[in-house]
């Protein structure tokens, strides 16, 4: 082999990596463009989790209760949603809750907080579509359209934690993400 015809075979090898990462970037640009134009809009927001300890909503959509929270959103920028488990707990966890509630609303935020009744048909296929195996625990929704859920130890911290964190999260196609 002469060094012509080595020079000319890392030159193809380089070309065609090139070539490679330009495609993975154009459809990378084009799949992020198709799902910013089916972002939901503001007013009607669909449930989807970008959180500390949250968990994909999706296909909650067609469920009852999650249709009947769109007259919800006319008046609040928040709503709270507490999956009850046991009595004492579930006690426990609704102070929790109003206590957090109270402080989002000094914080001048609109809030309804709900809870889900465990007779509630919907209620064991929404556990397990949101993927929850602990009792109770709290979905907190944003009018932007982004959930968070807390499990486990419901604390005025994680709550307050997750309001936080979805108030400052953009839907990409809503408008607030500087676009």
Do not use: H
């Not at 380089?14 to 799902?35: D, E, F, K, Q």
């Not at 449930?47 to 296909?59: I, M, R, Y």
């Not at 009850?84 to 426990?92: A, E, V």
């Not at 929850?132 to 709290?138: H, R, T």
Request: proline share 4%; net charge neutral; charged share 15%.
């Amino acid at each position: 082999m002469t060094y012509k015809n080595i020079q000319w075979w890392k030159i193809a090898v380089c070309v065609l990596g090139v070539l490679m990462i330009a495609g993975a970037v154009t459809y990378t640009l084009i799949t992020r463009t198709s799902a910013s134009s089916a972002a939901p809009a503001t007013g009607s927001p669909a449930l989807s989790a970008k959180a500390a300890n949250a968990s994909p909503l999706g296909g909650t959509g067609e469920m009852k209760w999650v249709t009947d929270l769109n007259s919800k959103w006319a008046s609040n920028d928040f709503i709270v949603v507490v999956f009850p488990g046991n009595d004492d707990l579930t006690g426990k966890a609704n102070e929790t809750v109003k206590s957090a509630a109270e402080k989002m609303r000094e914080a001048g935020t609109a809030v309804e907080v709900m809870t889900l009744s465990s007779a509630d048909p919907e209620f064991q296929s929404t556990l397990d579509r949101l993927a929850i195996q602990k009792l109770p625990s709290v979905l907190v929704l944003a009018a932007t359209g982004q959930g968070a859920i807390v499990k486990g130890d419901i604390t005025e911290t994680k709550l307050l934690q997750a309001y936080l964190t979805l108030q400052k999260t953009c839907v990409p196609g809503s408008g607030c993400c500087g676009q």
